[in-house]
């Protein structure tokens, strides 16, 4: 038996059921769901991805448009855009990829989208929706994570300690927030920690979210515990490029019970549940099902 989670191929099954609940939507309210993707510059990995969420937008019958500004564009060009999106009733989802060139202040930008059309999950309001446990569209890299956590565990993590290696906004955070919702007892462990393998290796549920490559090993994982990889580090390895986790994965899956490998975990996840948010978002803009 594998302790490998596909995610692949749990974002592929959840892309088909969405595909049919997008149909009945798009059905009752006349019109279909539309998600608008903007790109600021020519970063390639955020070429990459964008293009992956405008395919598998349209593949489950989302309407998906995508803006381009150039590297050199100004936070006010960004801002007039978002507004431009916010005021369009036919655009029901919209996320502004990052990182967003220097001259531009994320904060600033995130801010600015509508909190109902914000299906990262990045605003404040939705942030802070997410911290009480109100209804709110939840940020898509940790919502993925907990379905392909359940997906290994069964759907009652509670009691479990959870450990979420990492801080950020986009990640560790939320992450963190989720899996307190899930009745986790939760420990977030950072660059400033104090020793932070062995709070690892009490882990029953270990996030790695800190785009360090292989940093974790076999001597931070307790046996049998459920680990979840969100780092994607290019690295160069015999003269080749090369994708990684934060997860030495060869020696990890001798000892976790449960592990996403990278490529091919939570990286299709994080796309299938921008989908989800954008038929969310769908539902109540337009007041149906
Ligand atoms: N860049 C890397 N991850 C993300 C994400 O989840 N959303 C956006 N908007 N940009 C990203």
């Not at 590297?71 to 996320?95: F, R």
């Not at 062995?198 to 270990?206: E, H, M």
């Not at 931070?220 to 990684?244: E, F, H, S």
Request: proline share 6%; glycine share 8%.
């Amino acid at each position: 038996m594998s302790n490998k989670i596909d995610g692949s191929a749990y974002a592929s099954n959840l892309r088909k059921k969405l595909a049919v609940d997008v149909a009945i939507a798009t059905e009752q309210a006349g019109k279909a769901p539309g998600l608008t993707v903007v790109l600021v510059g020519e970063d390639p990995a955020s070429q990459v991805y964008v293009r992956r969420k405008g395919e598998q937008a349209t593949e489950v019958g989302i309407i998906s448009n995508e803006h381009r500004l150039p590297e050199t564009a100004s936070q006010e060009e960004l801002l007039a855009l978002v507004e431009q999106l916010n005021n369009d009733p036919e655009v029901h989802g919209i996320l502004v990829q990052l990182p967003l060139p220097k001259q531009i202040d994320e904060k600033t930008v995130l801010t600015a989208i509508l909190p109902e059309k914000d299906v990262d999950g990045f605003h404040p309001v939705n942030v802070g929706r997410l911290s009480i446990g109100d209804e709110s569209l939840l940020p898509c890299t940790p919502h993925g994570s907990v379905h392909l956590i359940k997906s290994a565990l069964g759907d009652n993590l509670s009691g479990l300690n959870a450990v979420v290696v990492g801080r950020s906004n986009i990640v560790g955070k939320p992450m963190a927030a989720l899996l307190l919702q899930e009745s986790c007892t939760v420990t977030i462990v950072h660059s400033r920690t104090k020793n932070i393998e062995a709070i690892c290796a009490q882990a029953d549920i270990l996030v790695a979210a800190v785009g360090r490559p292989e940093m974790i090993n076999a001597d931070w994982i307790k046996p049998g515990a459920c680990v979840i990889d969100v780092g994607i580090n290019r690295i160069q390895r015999d003269g080749k490029n090369k994708l990684v986790g934060d997860v030495d994965y060869a020696s990890a899956f001798e000892k976790a019970g449960a592990i996403t490998p990278v490529p091919g975990g939570v990286g299709p996840m994080t796309i299938a549940m921008l989908l989800v948010n954008t038929l969310t978002a769908f539902k109540r803009l337009e007041k149906i099902g």
